[in-house]
């Protein structure tokens, strides 16, 4: 019979693009997926590191898990933890966990169906012999395989994310992000363009190309002798047959242009709506996250953006509390959301993550007074999405 797994993601967009990758490399070596980890022979749960509620809430998925095979007289599933956590802990996760049999960070997801083999061989090993528990982690992968991205399996039959490119070289002062997923490498253009017509032609109508920042794209190699920006695999990918509709995420304000504010305009396929995280509407807060911007290049980028895509919608991130942040740069931020007027945003409380240049910094925003922002810009924002909702 075909081992089972069970697969749990967190965080954004490119986790679940992970977690899909992860499940069709599976399915090729034999696995079988399963909707229940009761019925598990192995469990894998896809973390972020992020915000340290996310990993919070990663350690006490796999308690659950755990608990629930001991009070059922079962033998506990294969527990792998897999992505940012993983790079983030490394050979840690074995003792911040011991429940957790192997590892492995954002650039090593090739070798997952190796490492479960191993860990299931072992234990059946282990049941007539006197082998002890077997501990596996991957955590120095550099690049991933361009084949992991062609095994053709999209949880969602209609609609594809693909990667654009992995890992990021912005380093804003609060991300983990380059330290977890490393630095910027992004695909060859033809590669994506093979991935998305081999998905149109399965029945694919819709694609999201994925990137921490997208507009930061060129293609490591010419595509029919010419380099490729974003703006360029934005039109390419516009004109592939058969697809309906494409978007994209993430945009950042330092690399974003007027040139793509046009090409949205004109490719009939790109859905008008612009992810462009602002974080802070504080000059001297946008200066200490290392962002790149500031207030002013932001608000003459939404204007330039709302002329030329005058129905696009437009969504952010912002994060309250960072360390610093007076009561005057907050008013800063929430001035900004609404002059802006966002149609959506995603509010957080600053968190502070290992390796970070902000953990060098004292968080001396206190959490009570972090609520009492993110509660205020909450529902600020909450006001302004419901007028918009009814024009």
Request: aromatic share 8%.
């Amino acid at each position: 019979m075909k081992k089972k797994v069970y697969l749990k993601v967190w965080g954004c967009q490119m986790n679940v693009r992970d977690s899909e990758v992860v499940a069709g490399l599976l399915q090729q070596e034999g696995y079988a997926l399963c909707d229940d980890p009761s019925r598990a022979d192995a469990v894998i749960v896809n973390t972020c590191s992020v915000r340290q509620h996310a990993e919070d809430k990663v350690w006490s998925e796999i308690g659950r898990v755990c608990k629930a095979a001991r009070d059922s007289k079962k033998k506990k599933p294969v527990i792998g933890l897999i992505g940012c956590m993983a790079q983030n802990y490394q050979q840690q996760v074995f003792d911040r966990c011991p429940d957790v049999d192997f590892a492995a960070g954002p650039a090593d997801l090739a070798k997952i169906p190796g490492m479960l083999r191993k860990i299931l061989d072992n234990r059946r090993a282990s049941e007539y012999s006197d082998l002890f528990g077997l501990k596996i982690w991957e955590t120095d992968g550099e690049s991933r395989p361009e084949s992991i991205y062609h095994t053709g399996f999209y949880e969602d039959k209609e609609h594809a994310y693909v990667v654009i490119s992995e890992g990021c070289s912005n380093f804003c002062s609060y991300c983990i992000v380059p330290y977890v997923r490393g630095p910027v490498r992004h695909r060859r253009a033809g590669d994506i363009l093979k991935e998305i017509e081999a998905a149109v032609k399965s029945g694919i109508a819709k694609v999201t190309l994925l990137g921490q920042n997208v507009n930061s794209y060129h293609s490591p190699e010419p595509f029919e002798d010419k380099p490729v920006d974003f703006v360029r695999l934005l039109t390419m990918v516009n004109d592939l047959s058969g697809l309906a509709q494409m978007s994209f995420i993430t945009s950042h304000p330092k690399d974003t242009t007027v040139k793509l504010f046009k090409a949205m305009a004109e490719c009939g396929k790109v859905r008008k709506y612009l992810h462009l995280p602002v974080q802070s509407g504080s000059d001297r807060i946008l200066k200490a996250m290392n962002r790149g911007y500031t207030r002013q290049w932001y608000l003459d980028l939404v204007r330039e953006y709302r002329k030329l895509v005058p129905d696009g919608l437009l969504t952010t991130d912002i994060i309250v509390g960072f360390p610093g942040e007076t009561e005057d740069d907050f008013k800063d931020t929430y001035s900004l959301v609404k002059d802006v007027g966002f149609d959506s945003a995603y509010i957080f409380k600053y968190s502070p993550r290992p390796n970070t240049a902000a953990l060098q910094l004292v968080d001396d925003v206190a959490q009570d007074e972090k609520k009492r922002r993110h509660q205020l810009v909450l529902d600020l924002q909450k006001s302004i999405s419901k007028k918009k909702k009814k024009r």
